[in-house]
C-alpha cells in the first residue's frame, strides 16, 4: 500500500461478480465522507461509490459487462454521443430512486433525469455537482465544426466528502480549467481526433494541477507519453489504469 499526496491508494483487481465477463481495475482513495471506491470501466465509463452511494459516469455497454454490477444512484452524461449517453444502459442501472444529470441535447431523456448545462451547480442526493465546459478548441469535424462545441457538453466536478473531482468530458486544453479551483483528482481525456493529444493533456493538468491525474476516454493513445510529459511536475502524481 502506497500512500501519497495524502491518499492511500490500493491498487487492486476487483474480483468478478456473477455475471460479469471480467474484472475491473479499482482504486480506493480515503475522503472525510469514507472510502471513495473508483471502478474504471471503459473509454469514458466509471463508477464511484462512497458513503453507500454508487454514482456511474458516462455508462455505455459498449465499453463493458456490467452485469453485476450495483445499481445506480446517480448517473452523470458529459454529452449526447453514443460513447457517452446509452439510454439501454441507463435503464439498466437505474431503479426508480436513480437521478440522471445530463445535457439538454441528450434525446428521449428517461425520467428522474435533472438537465445541466455549463455553469449550473446542483446538490443531488448530497453530492455537490458542478457543470463546467467541455469542448474543442482545435480539432474539428469540418471547417468551423468543432467535434464538440462550446455550450453542447459538460465537464463535471463532484465534492466527495472534502474531495473535488473532475471527470473533464469531451474537451481540449480550455482557458476555463484555469479557473475551477482546487482539484484533488482529475479525469482527462486524451484521443484523436476527439480530444486531446498528450501535450494538450499535459497542459490541461498543469492549469488544473490535480494531485491525482488519471487519463481516460484515451483510446488508441499511448498513455505512458502523458506520465513523461508530467514527469518531475510538482503536486501531480499520474496514474494510468486499465480501460476495456
Known amino acids: 500500500m502506497k500512500k ?20 475491473f481495475e479499482t482504486d480506493v482513495l480515503p ?23 454508487v454514482i456511474y459516469n458516462d455508462p455505455a455497454g459498449q465499453y463493458g459487462d456490467y452485469g453485476g454490477l450495483p445499481k445506480a444512484d446517480l448517473i452523470l ?11 439501454k444502459m441507463i ?14 441535447l441528450c434525446p428521449a431523456k428517461p425520467g428522474g433525469s435533472i438537465v445541466m ?37 459538460n465537464g ?9 473531482v473532475y471527470v473533464a468530458g469531451d474537451t481540449e486544453n480550455i482557458p476555463e480549467m484555469k479557473g475551477i479551483g482546487r482539484i484533488d483528482v482529475a479525469f482527462l481525456p486524451m484521443n484523436l481526433p476527439y480530444t486531446m493529444t498528450p501535450e494538450m493533456a499535459a497542459d490541461a493538468a498543469r492549469m488544473v494541477k490535480p494531485q491525482i491525474l488519471y487519463p481516460y476516454h484515451t ?17 501531480i502524481e499520474v496514474r494510468i489504469r486499465k480501460m476495456k
Do not use: C
Open 4 to 23: 501519497l499526496l495524502g491518499f492511500v491508494l490500493p491498487v487492486m483487481l476487483a474480483a468478478a461478480p456473477a455475471g460479469v465477463a471480467w474484472a
Open 31 to 53: 475522503t472525510s465522507r469514507g472510502d471513495l471506491k473508483i471502478t474504471f470501466i471503459g473509454h469514458a465509463s466509471l463508477m464511484f461509490q462512497i458513503g453507500g452511494k
Open 77 to 87: 452524461v458529459a454529452h449526447e454521443h453514443g460513447d457517452h449517453f446509452d439510454p
Open 91 to 104: 435503464a439498466q442501472l437505474s431503479t426508480d430512486k436513480t437521478k440522471v444529470v445530463l445535457t439538454a
Open 117 to 153: 448545462k455549463n455553469g449550473d451547480e446542483k446538490t443531488v442526493d448530497g453530492i455537490r455537482i458542478e457543470a463546467v465546459p467541455a469542448y474543442n478548441l482545435v480539432h474539428m469535424r469540418s471547417p468551423g465544426m468543432p467535434y464538440h462545441p462550446k455550450g453542447d457538453g
Open 156 to 164: 463535471y466536478i463532484l465534492t466527495l466528502g472534502d474531495k473535488r
Open 219 to 235: 483510446g488508441e493513445t499511448d498513455t505512458a507519453k502523458i506520465a513523461s510529459l508530467l514527469k518531475g511536475e510538482k503536486g
